[in-house]
């Protein structure tokens, strides 16, 4: 089956950066679009960016605008956020997903989803 998993969140302080890394088993990782998504308390779940199997990205003009890289190694099947000059405003489970088909900000397409992962920022 198929199984996504998140690491790397944690708590950091305002200005800080980290590096999440999601870990895919059990699909065609090259084929599929992977994407982050985060959900802060009480929010719902925004799209943070994406990346297909050809190394072609999409960013939200929104969250982490400006302040984020998402790569992937396909070879390792794995996905990754790199995260700096973070805000508390930033404070959310970052989750990632697996699309075939669809449209990458939006999180009805995506095929598949991890447990999520905690970031914490302090002020």
């Known amino acids: 089956q198929v199984q996504l998993v998140e690491s790397g969140g944690g708590l950091v302080q305002a200005g800080g950066s980290l590096r999440l890394s999601c870990a895919a088993s059990?699909?065609?990782?090259?084929?599929?679009?992977m994407g982050w998504f985060r959900q802060a308390p009480g929010k719902e779940r925004e799209f943070v960016a994406a990346?297909?199997?050809?190394?072609?990205?999409?960013y939200s003009p929104d969250s982490l605008k400006g302040r984020s890289t998402i790569s992937r190694d396909n070879a390792k099947n794995t996905v990754y956020l790199q995260m700096n000059a973070l805000k508390p405003e930033d404070t959310a489970v970052y989750y990632c997903?697996?699309?075939?088909?669809?449209?990458?900000?939006?999180?009805?397409?995506?095929?598949?989803w991890g447990q999520g992962t905690q970031v914490a920022v302090s002020s």
């Open positions: 997903a697996a699309q075939n088909v669809g449209t990458w900000a939006r999180d009805a397409d995506y095929d598949y």
């Open positions: 059990g699909l065609t990782f090259w084929s599929y679009t």
């Open positions: 990346i297909n199997g050809n190394y072609i990205t999409e």
